[in-house]
């Protein structure tokens, strides 16, 4: 195990053990916008989305893995690993155990390093539980691979970001060894070890404060998906994280990620509310948008909702009112042109006598 400044430092620092610049990871899409800095940025290595899509609920298919790890090599990359975050972020679900296994199957036949990015583990608040990819690796007789790696901080289940705790979990003793001496260059204080020393060997302080966690975290997105239900809008079935993976193709002008910029940008602009759009977290799928809801208080949510509702009603006005323009319209076409038929007819009659 080694300890890292936060989860950031260490996924970047197992990109830089694992990888060389040009190579590439697969990660299933939709993901969280940030990898595209911390896994590419000073590494060099590139990321292939392995896109998952909305009709069966963004599960990881072996068809999706088939396909981004075949695009990967005919744009002539080295695929080295598959790296997930469990539960998603951005979509606030947990990867199954019939995931977790195709997962493990599909990394060894490829010979290709497997990361489980774990930081939301602790924020699991319905069903199905939460499944760490070493569990399903034990039960593989895998648990000892040197190809399975966990990320995991302290930031999002205990509330802690600013302490910047992080670490790297791994059996291949080469990563231990290099990400040891790398993370010299992001050291946690000795004050701050020291201190979440205390804290975590306080086993019934940390299983109380997880077990009121998790109960807060369900009655607020319960009631962000019922306020949003109340507006027409619709969310994907989450079970953990901060955040609801939002439905709002409805309210898009056209099927295009356009039509999604732009919508993004009225609610920002206008409505007040920061929301992050889907084509930022590489959706192929416009109009879905992810709407974090653990990181205000209940009556800025209820503000929220109300500038939901009031945005949602104006826009469906604004279409009618554009429908009943353009009825009116095609009526009054359809009177002129019958007038002209009409006149045309009696000139033609009039000259045939």
Not at 187 to 200: F, P, W
Not at 301 to 330: C, I, P, S, Y
Request: hydrophobic content about 35%.
């Amino acid at each position: 195990m080694v300890l890292t400044a936060g989860s950031t430092s260490a996924n970047e620092t197992l990109m830089f053990c694992l990888a060389n610049p040009g190579d590439a990871f697969l990660i299933p899409a939709p993901y969280y916008p940030g990898f595209d800095r911390d896994l590419k940025w000073r590494t060099g290595v590139e990321i292939v989305p392995i896109h998952c899509v909305s009709s069966n609920g963004y599960k990881i298919t072996k068809e999706a893995l088939d396909e981004a790890y075949e695009r990967a090599h005919k744009l002539n990359l080295n695929v080295k690993g598959v790296l997930i975050t469990n539960p998603s972020n951005p979509l606030g679900t947990s990867t199954t155990r019939d995931e977790l296994d195709l997962l493990l199957t599909f990394t060894s036949a490829k010979k290709i390093h497997m990361v489980s990015d774990e930081i939301y583990s602790g924020t699991v608040f319905d069903s199905p539980e939460f499944t760490s990819v070493l569990e399903v690796a034990k039960d593989k007789n895998m648990d000892l691979d040197e190809k399975i790696h966990v990320v995991y901080s302290l930031s999002k289940d205990l509330g802690l970001p600013g302490f910047r705790v992080g670490l790297i979990y791994s059996n291949n003793e080469n990563v231990v060894s290099a990400a040891t001496k790398m993370s010299s260059f992001g050291l946690i204080s000795s004050q701050t070890q020291h201190l979440l020393a205390n804290l975590l060997s306080d086993e019934r302080f940390t299983t109380k404060y997880l077990e009121v966690n998790r109960k807060r975290l369900r009655e607020r997105r319960d009631r962000l998906v019922s306020g949003l239900k109340k507006a027409g809008i619709g969310c994907l079935k989450s079970n953990g994280g901060l955040f609801c993976w939002v439905d709002l193709r409805h309210l898009l002008k056209s099927n295009t990620f356009e039509a999604e910029h732009s919508l993004w940008t009225k609610i920002v602009c206008e409505v007040g509310l920061n929301i992050s759009p889907g084509s930022s977290c590489h959706s192929d799928e416009p109009g879905w948008f992810r709407v974090c809801f653990a990181n205000m208080s209940d009556q800025t949510l209820e503000v929220a909702m109300d500038r939901v509702h009031g945005f949602v009603e104006a826009m469906v006005m604004n279409t009618n009112l554009g429908k009943q323009k353009r009825t009116m319209w095609d009526s009054r076409r359809r009177s002129l042109i019958n007038k002209w038929v009409s006149k045309l007819s009696s000139v033609q009659c009039e000259s045939e006598r």
